[in-house]
């Protein structure tokens, strides 16, 4: 199997092994993450409606504009979580269950999911 194959696989089984317990309820939504090559995305789901309530990436044009070309993904990403936050505090949603997606809580996961705590999402 090549690397980067077995690599998807490990990441998709941690990925169910996490969403067997977690799930977005009214009173506690899901923070889900998705960190592709050059990009991260972030939106608060319920679950029981299957609906996104509230949702931010780097390609968003509110975050777009305060991103540099000189910055690292780390500060792309703590921008992404702060934008994420003000979203959701906007439509009082303030309780949240953090959804990995199964990446490792490390570097670009780590600094959105921070930001996103300093900024007033409470998980």
């Known amino acids: 199997m090549k ?3 077995l690599k998807n696989k490990r990441r998709t089984r941690r990925k169910f092994r996490i969403r067997k317990r977690i799930s977005g309820t009214p009173e ?4 889900s993450v998705y960190r592709s090559l050059n990009n991260i995305y972030a939106q608060i789901i319920d679950d029981v409606e299957g609906k996104t309530l509230v949702s931010a990436s780097t390609l968003d044009k ?6 540099k070309p000189d910055m690292k993904p780390i500060d792309k990403s703590k921008i992404v979580g702060m934008i994420l936050a ?3 505090l ?3 949603i ?3 269950a953090f959804d990995r997606n199964g990446y490792l809580y490390h570097g670009r996961v780590k600094a959105l999911a921070e930001s996103a705590r300093s900024n007033g999402l409470e998980f």
């Open 28 to 31: 506690r939504l899901r923070l």
């Open 3 to 5: 690397r980067l194959e």
């Open 90 to 92: 906007d439509k009082n």
């Open 62 to 67: 509110e975050v777009k504009e305060q991103i």
């Open 94 to 96: 303030k309780k949240i």
């Open 86 to 88: 003000k979203k959701a």
